[in-house]
């Protein structure tokens, strides 16, 4: 007798979702393990174990599986997410250039405990403003393309002229740190985005910008850490940049740091801390004034606080509320944000989805893929794969059936993944 399939969960994470999707193409030109494992010339033992999320697979393996089960590129598709999900299972990769969260330890405890020197609103020269101007560019380039079309120049600025732009505008400096790091995290390579961060928080304690610092600390360094799957480092973070900054952040830069603490507190499932957590930022952000606060936070408002509200909803089980805040963020949002309409829209369609409102779930589905499409980003994409293994016990369903052909059709088989990020570690120190 055969063995019984093993439960798989398509949404757990991308292995799950890689077991099922073979599973389901492979039982569906009635194939056995054995009969599939001959086609890919591997034993059927490694045919069970990868279907049953037990294994990790090769990127050989996945390019054999999608070419013998006729996925035209859906299996290849994953590949990216499955290199990242072995890099967070071992902690980083051999060569050391994987995520790891205690590498952020100790600077952010140096920057916590440096004396307070804050000096900021240096006068602006002409190589400053040429400096701003070029990251005003890059940042434009990055909503409306992606890291894997901005990145490159980014990291090209950087890696032929950081020390002038620090001399120029430290704060410029810091900014191209941050966003290559946030481009970083675009493609996928977290722990070279962990190191832009970092370089970004020893830039800034050279200059006594603690309230950039805090923003480094308990927004992109925290933020990371939720991306990664450390929430509890994630608390750790934004709660050491509330009380660095107390001193000098503002309620819209606080109301930041608190919202990384809220999706932290849900993403451990704790409802009442995250509630709590929300509940201050929308005290926060309603005595907030105009011209106040720095201009790099500028970008925080009522789009960017509905999407980590869908996200917090999410990951509490609250799919009702996360479907308004979802649809809130799509109508907020500006056009030119591509990716985060792409991410809000396939979150509004796992929303759904989970409500079972599936014609609406592919309704929302389509905007998310029409988006991604756009965005040369593994984000997007990603999110999209986690919508798609949302719907796949739905995949015998015509419109389910109609998504699924859609993303096949119009989404590339792969994406940068990190390797244009890790092809320039002098950037990253």
């Known amino acids: 007798m ?19 999707e073979v599973r389901r193409l492979r039982t569906a030109r009635g194939l056995s393990q054995a009969e599939l494992g001959r086609l890919l010339y591997q034993h059927r033992d490694l045919v069970r174990k990868i279907e049953t999320a037990q294994r990790l697979p090769s990127e050989e393996f996945v390019g054999r599986c999608d070419d013998a089960l006729d996925a035209r590129g859906a299996l290849r598709r994953m590949w990216p997410m499955l290199v990242r999900e072995r890099r967070l299972r071992r902690g980083g990769d051999p060569a050391g250039s994987g995520y790891h969260s205690e590498a952020s ?11 307070d020197t804050s000096r900021r609103g240096r006068a602006d020269t002409e190589a400053s403003l040429s400096a701003r101007q070029t990251l ?16 490159t ?40 985005a962990q190191r832009h961060y970092l370089r970004a928080l020893e830039v800034v304690g050279a200059t006594g910008d603690r309230l950039y610092g805090g923003y480094i600390v308990g927004v ?13 480092q994630a608390i750790r973070l934004a709660t050491a940049a509330l009380q660095g900054t107390e001193r000098h952040a503002g309620p819209g830069t606080r109301a930041a740091f608190r919202t990384v603490l809220a999706r932290a507190h849900a993403r451990r499932g704790d409802e009442r801390a995250c509630m709590a957590s929300l509940q201050e930022v929308d005290a926060d952000l309603s005595r907030r004034s105009a011209g106040e606060e720095p201009g790099w936070i500028g970008y925080f408002g009522e789009a960017d606080l ?4 869908a996200h917090c909803f999410f990951d509490l089980g609250r799919f009702d509320l996360a479907q308004q805040e979802a649809s809130r963020a799509l109508r907020l949002l500006e056009p030119m944000r591509v990716r985060r309409r792409a991410i809000d829209a396939a979150l509004l369609a796992s929303c759904l989805a989970r409500m079972g409102d599936l014609e609406q779930a592919c309704a929302a589905g389509h905007v998310a893929v029409r988006q991604a499409r756009a965005t040369a980003s593994f984000r997007a994409k990603h999110r999209v794969a986690l919508m798609m293994a949302e719907l796949h016990r739905h995949g015998h369903l015509p419109e389910v059936k109609e998504l699924a052909e859609l993303v096949r059709a119009t989404l590339p088989t792969s994406t940068a993944a990190g390797q244009g990020a890790a092809t320039r570690p002098s950037t990253a120190r």
């Open 136 to 151: 005003r560019s890059l940042r434009e380039l990055d909503h409306a393309c992606g890291a894997g079309a901005a990145y």
């Open 306 to 309: 509905a999407d980590e509200k």
């Open 153 to 192: 120049a980014v990291a090209g600025v950087l890696e032929d002229g950081l020390d002038e732009v620090v001399a120029a505008s430290p704060e410029v400096a810091t900014g191209l740190l941050e966003l290559a790091g946030y481009e970083a995290v675009d493609l996928g390579a977290d722990g070279v």
């Open 105 to 115: 330890d100790r600077p952010v405890l140096d920057w916590l405990l440096a004396p």
């Open 2 to 20: 055969g063995q019984k399939p093993g439960e798989l969960e398509p949404t757990r994470s991308a292995l799950h979702y890689f077991g099922a």
């Open 220 to 232: 992109s360094l925290a933020h990371l850490a939720l991306h990664c799957g450390d929430a509890e």
